[in-house]
């Protein structure tokens, strides 16, 4: 076991890293990892083993997503992810079933149990491209979190419904348990979370006992995973996610994710090795067409029909690209719903089941590198519609200066509040509807748009403006910088960013003043050592003034 464990680890470690260097997604090298664990050359891994613990991994994965994501969250993208869920995955079902019917000359009932395979997507591809993207926080990270969850509730009633489908029993009886369990699982996770639980972490934390608070916490997240699989019939995956749900209202959510699960992603790579070492690629040349036709559907066809359906419920076109790039894949309820079908209720053969691994593994490998066009495709498509009217703002004054805030978030609300108070004239840019709508109301001139758009630049009075401040540290400053001198030479770019090499490069393209998180956090307790060692505060300054003259 020890073996397989650090075999596949340390494959997964040197392809990652390659990956990395190569500019690739760490997935890729994890995936090529479990391809060279999987070969007949390493005989050592034992597949059955890694998957016990890549399944771990998703676990913890989806009860740290759980621990984020608040019942109101859901809530708020209800009227998105309810019905664009509901109805993505019966057309998807009929369009990859059709596929497979005329390309496999296949029964119905297997064309059917094939097309439901391919219609489900991975949350551990789709949380983890939305984290490397900055997104899982935002509303299109919700919304689509919100409609895979919606996606995992109708997986579990379809794993529940199948078996009576398939051996002729009652499907009202299926049906009717199902939802008790569900409810009962629902009922019991919240009484736990608010009253066992919620005492246990609370005697644990004043007992000061870290390693019994981290237990506790691992023991909620698993059993629960557990209890939900083998007493109510849901998926371990859904039992964590809800426990997460449950433990995130609580005051312990922020200790919970910091140190109780600082495994999850070593467990969560082995997933995707996992993924990797279930392909046989010498079968899957002999159904390539299949293969081919599988992958054209999954990278175009399913993303396509997605963003159709959130720009039809009235979302934005920024929005409706984000949640459909992340929906170009496949991942683990394809292989369980793959798995059932072939060895228990014999609607799919070996064949079938290797295109849905194989189908998977490419395009969790390219899910990350086509979600980087997303920007572009996003500028290519806004250039090509005609400009919608701007809102109108009072045009600068000549007894003030007029700054442009990109971004309202906790350090751009700060500023902004300071220079108003000194009468600067500030225009704040923001992507956030809710913010945009709420500064509005207070009497604040906002813009909802991209800055990096020309067209909201020149609303916001780039022109006139004697200085643009881009506070949060995700936005594309180079771009907005680039944008916002192009139509204004002489204005003053000011930038936050989280590292000294970001900030390098934007000094050397003409930015005035950038603040770079690295540097000041090391400048700072730089400081505190010194003045502790007795150093005065003409010397703190001077040692400040050499690094950064050496750093730039």
């Known amino acids: 076991m020890i073996e397989s464990l650090v075999i596949g680890l340390a494959l997964a470690l040197l392809l990652g890293m390659l990956a990395r260097k190569l500019h690739l997604s760490p997935l890729v090298g994890y995936l090529l990892a479990g391809m060279i664990a999987g070969s007949p050359q390493v005989s050592e891994v034992d597949n059955h083993i890694v998957q016990e613990f890549s399944h771990i991994g998703i676990v913890l994965l989806l009860f740290g997503v759980g621990l984020h994501f608040h019942f109101r969250d859901l809530l708020a993208v209800q009227r998105v992810a309810l019905p664009g869920s509901l109805a ?23 064309a059917a149990m094939f097309g439901v395979c391919f219609s489900v997507a991975s949350t551990v591809v789709l949380t983890r491209v939305l984290e490397d993207n900055c997104l899982l926080q935002t509303p299109a990270g919700h919304t689509a979190l919100g409609w895979l969850v919606v996606e995992d509730i109708l997986t579990i009633v379809l794993l529940v419904l199948l078996p009576a489908l398939v051996s002729g029993g009652s499907v009202g009886e299926a049906l009717l348990g199902m939802v008790l369990k569900l ?84 467990f969560a790579v082995l997933f995707f090795v996992s993924v990797g070492m279930g392909l046989h690629w010498q079968e899957l040349a002999e159904t390539w067409q299949l293969a081919l036709a599988m992958l054209f559907f999954t990278i175009v066809v399913k993303p396509l029909t997605v963003y159709y ?4 419920l009235g979302k934005p076109v920024r929005m409706a690209l984000q949640v459909a ?25 070996a064949a079938a089941v290797n295109v849905v691994t194989g189908v998977a593994v490419v395009s969790i490998t390219l899910n990350p590198l ?23 703002l009072s045009p600068p004054s000549q007894d003030c200066f007029r700054v442009i805030m990109v971004g309202y978030g906790p350090g751009g609300e700060l500023l902004t509040g300071i220079l108003r108070r000194h ?20 009497g604040v001139q906002v813009l909802h748009g991209d800055a ?101």
Not at 97 to 109: R, T
Not at 309 to 312: D, E, G, Q
């Open 309 to 312: 359906s959130v720009r039809w």
């Open 370 to 392: 086509l979600y980087r066009l997303i920007p572009r495709l996003l500028r290519v498509m806004e250039r090509g519609e005609p400009s919608a009217p701007l809102p109108a």
């Open 423 to 442: 009468s600067v004239d500030v225009v704040v840019v923001e992507m956030n509807i809710d913010t945009v709508e709420a500064l509005a109301a207070q």
């Open 183 to 266: 409810m009962a699982l629902i009922f019991c996770v919240a009484y736990l979370g608010r009253i066992v639980i919620h005492r246990l972490l609370t005697s644990l934390a004043r007992s000061a006992s870290g390693e019994m608070f981290t237990l506790a916490v691992l023991v909620f997240a698993l059993g629960i995973a557990v209890l939900s699989a083998r007493v109510f019939g849901a998926s371990m995956e859904f039992g964590a996610f809800l426990s997460g749900m449950v433990l995130g209202q609580s005051r312990f959510a922020a200790r919970a994710a910091a140190e109780a699960l600082p495994m999850r992603d070593a």
């Open 452 to 552: 990096r758009a020309r067209a909201i630049l020149q609303a916001a009075g780039c022109e006139q403006a004697m200085a643009i401040v881009i506070s949060s540290t995700a936005a594309p400053a180079r771009e907005i910088a680039q944008a916002a001198r192009s139509l204004n030479p002489r204005i003053e770019v000011l930038a936050q960013t989280q590292y000294i090499r970001t900030a390098r490069e934007l000094r050397r393209e003409g930015a005035e003043i950038v603040i770079a998180g690295e540097e000041e956090a090391a400048l700072s307790m730089a400081g505190a050592v010194l003045r502790a060692l007795g150093a005065t505060e003409e010397q703190v300054s001077a040692e400040r003034r050499e690094a950064r003259r050496l750093w730039r």
């Open 88 to 110: 993505n995955m019966v057309l998807h079902t009929l369009l990859a079933g059709a596929i497979y019917y005329a390309l496999a000359d296949a029964s119905l009932a297997s």
């Open 325 to 349: 790039g992340s929906f170009s894949q496949v991942g683990e309820f394809s292989f369980i719903l793959a798995a059932l079908a072939a060895q228990e209720w014999g609607l799919l053969d």
